[in-house]
């Protein structure tokens, strides 16, 4: 059973920074690009960042780009989103998926996500 179990969120104040983790079971995850996607309730999903199965290649939204940074460790199987410098409007519920930003609505199988709330 494909099962992704994000971790990692909690409170930030404006220009603090955060450290997202994806732990991924149920499937080769070395073998996925994989991304970050994003809700609230005022936007809907936003797809944040996506790095290639071998951790090669990154992208970014226009919104988070140099201020993130998405990594992977394939022997941990597990994903994370470095976030710093983080603003208000950062604040959402913080999934991780396989696939890329083209792809990533396909995917089936989601996590519970985790919510980062960015207020002082």
């Known amino acids: 059973q494909v099962q992704p179990v994000e971790s990692g969120g909690g409170l930030v104040q404006p220009g603090g920074s955060r450290r997202l983790s994806c732990t991924a079971s149920?499937?080769?995850?070395?073998?996925?690009?994989?991304?970050?996607v994003r809700w609230t309730p005022e936007k809907g999903f936003e797809w944040v960042s996506e790095i290639t199965a071998?951790?090669?290649?990154?992208d970014y939204a226009n919104s988070v780009k140099g201020r993130f940074t998405i990594s992977r460790d394939n022997a941990k199987n597990t994903l994370y989103l470095q976030m710093d410098s983080l603003k208000p409007e950062d604040t959402a519920l913080y999934y991780c998926?396989?696939?890329?930003?083209?792809?990533?609505?396909?995917?089936?199988?989601w996590g519970q996500g985790t919510t980062v709330p960015v207020h002082s």
């Open positions: 998926l396989r696939g890329s930003s083209n792809t990533w609505q396909q995917e089936g199988s």
């Open positions: 149920g499937y080769a995850f070395s073998t996925y690009t994989m991304s970050w």
């Open positions: 071998d951790g090669g290649k990154s």
